[in-house]
């Protein structure tokens, strides 16, 4: 019974850790944004913010991070090196080594 109690904690405590941003939660754009620093956070910051950039496709950059209560954990989105919105506009965006055209 004891061993089914830690592996349910030990299951619902990523779930909790990625709920816990704190009062304010995550405050960001495409540009990037702000993550409240905890504990919990401080172990997955870089897939929040990934995950909140890849939604925007880009890729994430960690510029800050303060490790103390009240203090905040700054990223940016960027594109990935290279990428041109122009040619990805006129040619066709290039995704895993296949174009995919855009449409006129």
Known sequence: ?????????????????????????????????IIPWSPEVHLIYREIAAAHCAGYNKFARITSVHARYGDYIGFECRFPRGYDPVKAAVYGVVVDETVVRAKN
């Open 1 to 33: 019974m004891r061993k089914l109690m830690l592996v349910a904690a030990l299951t619902v405590l990523p779930a909790s850790a990625l709920a816990h941003f704190g009062p304010y939660g995550l405050r960001g754009n495409d540009i990037g944004g």
